[in-house]
């Protein structure tokens, strides 16, 4: 089964199918299984795309078949299976992600946990919420090898565990966990986990660690990192950044303050240290010299 998407209720989905059909004319349609409802496939011959789009109102993981026919009669059929998963965000009752509960952040509608790492023992938090019990499955995808879900929902703390095994995960496992809520219907979350390999962590000062900028023009600079296990921090430990310079965190929540932005206001050199954390705890530092010409 291909996994074709991940949406979240109500939020508009739209999901591009495509049948490579020269410039033949070419009708998609639903030959078995079912959207989510709220979803539609319109059923209008094209020059070889369609689309799935509209509006989930239903949590759940669904399976279907896609029919694609060349015309005029006569003509070719091919068909595939695909799969999308529609999540509920911001109920009181559901499988949630937050970095205060679980140290996850949600992206695409995915629930991005801590990163593992090949042969330590891991303990990430996978729930945490009110009025959700009974047992916990996997629907669709798969936990990294080595690690299981908790066998039911406890109330909190509960955690996926075991020691994922080598080589490391790129980019990651990306798998949906039902379970059900206080009036027993399912409910549904998308998780992925990275698993990092076994490395020390350290500031990747590859790009170099002195930087130069102008006063009144705009300044990027992002920081880089090896090793560790996210998701991770960035700070200055000493020191002082140039005036009109902050910290900020560039696309990744994952990744929090790693970037130097702004527009320097004062020329000279300044010297300042960063530092770096990681989710379980381990630091790294390193001088960084900037200096900011008039």
């Known amino acids: 089964m291909l996994p074709f998407g991940t949406t979240t209720a109500p939020n508009g989905y739209s999901s591009t199918i495509t049948a490579t059909a020269g410039s033949a004319t070419t009708t998609f349609t639903v030959a078995s299984g079912s959207l989510p409802p709220g979803l539609a496939l319109p059923a209008e011959p094209g020059s070889g795309t369609d689309l799935v789009t509209g509006t989930p109102t239903k949590a759940g993981v669904y399976d279907f078949t896609i029919k694609a026919t060349t015309s005029p009669s006569g003509g070719k059929t091919v068909t595939l299976a695909y799969e999308i998963t529609v999540t509920v965000q911001g109920a009181p009752d559901q499988l949630v992600c937050t970095p205060a509960s679980n140290g996850g952040f949600l992206e695409s509608g995915v629930c991005v946990l801590p990163d593992a790492v090949t042969g330590l023992a891991y303990a990430g938090h996978l729930l945490t919420s009110h009025q959700v019990g009974g047992a916990l499955s996997v629907v669709s995808g798969s936990l990294p090898a080595g690690l299981t ?19 490391g995960v ?3 496992s990306t798998f949906t966990v039902q379970g059900t809520g206080d009036q027993g219907q399912p409910l549904y979350q998308a998780y992925s986990i990275q698993v990092d390999p076994n490395e020390p962590l350290a500031i990747n000062a590859s790009g170099g660690s002195a930087f130069t900028g102008t006063v009144g023009q705009a300044f ?4 880089f990192l090896s090793g560790g296990a996210g998701p991770y921090t960035w700070s200055v430990a000493s020191g ?4 009109g310079l902050t910290l900020q965190t560039y696309v990744d929540p994952r990744d929090a303050n790693d970037e130097l932005v702004g527009t320097p206001t004062t020329a000279g050199t300044y010297t300042f240290a960063m530092k770096l954390t990681d989710y379980d705890g381990q630091q790294a530092t390193q001088k960084f010299t900037m200096t900011i010409a008039s």
């Open 149 to 167: 879900l908790p066998a039911a929902f406890t109330g909190s703390g509960d955690t996926v565990s075991g020691t994922p095994a080598p080589p």
């Open 170 to 172: 790129e980019p990651g």
């Open 220 to 223: 990027a600079q992002n920081f």
């Open 240 to 243: 002082s950044l140039p005036p």
